[in-house]
C-alpha cells in the first residue's frame, strides 16, 4: 500500500488509549473490523491502510497507531439490524439458540439480541411470538469461544 498512510498497531478500547486524545477517526461497518488487511477512508477523507494481526476484531471505541505516532479512533458503522426486545428469558434463550445454530453473528443485549438484518430470520422469530425492531445502529457481535480468521469444520 504504497503512499498511504500505514496502520499497524492496536490499542484496545479498554487499555492505554483511554487518555488519548485523537480527532481522527475511521468509521467502518463490523465486516471490515474483522478483517486483517484493508483499506478505508479517515473522517479527514485521507485513504489510509490498515494491516494488522490476522485474528484481531476492531471493536467501536479501539484505536490503530500508525509508524509515525498518528492515532485514529475506530468508530462502529450504523449497519442495517434486526433487535428482538424480550424480558421473558425462556424466549431471549430460545432465540439466541436457533439463532446460533445458524451460525448469526450475534449481539447480546441484557434483555435484547441484535444481528444483521436478514428477513428469513426475522420470519422465524416472529414464528415464535416475538417482536422484531429494524433500525440502524452499531453492531458489536459476540467474537465466540472459537473465534479466528480461518474456518472451522464440525459435523451437524
Not at 461497518?29 to 494488522?52: C, H, Y
Not at 471505541?61 to 433487535?83: F, H, Q, R, W, Y
Not at 424480550?86 to 434483555?111: I, K, P
Request: glycine letters at 8%; one cysteine or more; a negative charge.
Amino acid at each position: 500500500m504504497p503512499d498511504i498512510l500505514l496502520f499497524e498497531k492496536v490499542i484496545k478500547h479498554h487499555h492505554e488509549h483511554e487518555l488519548i486524545d485523537t480527532e481522527l477517526t475511521l468509521t467502518l461497518p463490523f465486516e471490515k473490523r474483522q478483517k486483517s488487511r484493508f483499506r478505508a477512508q479517515m473522517n479527514t477523507g485521507e485513504d489510509v491502510g490498515v494491516l494488522i494481526t490476522r485474528g484481531v476484531v476492531l471493536r467501536g471505541g479501539d484505536c490503530l497507531k500508525s509508524n509515525d505516532g498518528k492515532i485514529v479512533k475506530i468508530i462502529a458503522a450504523n449497519e442495517n439490524v434486526s433487535t428482538v426486545h424480550c424480558d421473558n428469558a425462556f424466549d431471549l434463550a430460545r432465540a439466541a439458540y436457533h439463532l446460533g445454530n445458524r451460525h448469526v453473528g450475534l449481539q447480546v443485549g441484557e434483555s435484547w439480541l441484535r444481528y444483521l438484518k436478514d428477513h428469513v430470520l426475522d420470519e422465524m422469530l416472529e414464528g415464535f411470538g416475538l417482536t422484531i425492531l429494524h433500525e440502524q445502529a452499531p453492531f458489536e457481535p459476540e467474537v465466540g469461544a472459537y473465534h479466528s480468521q480461518q474456518h472451522h469444520q464440525h459435523a451437524h
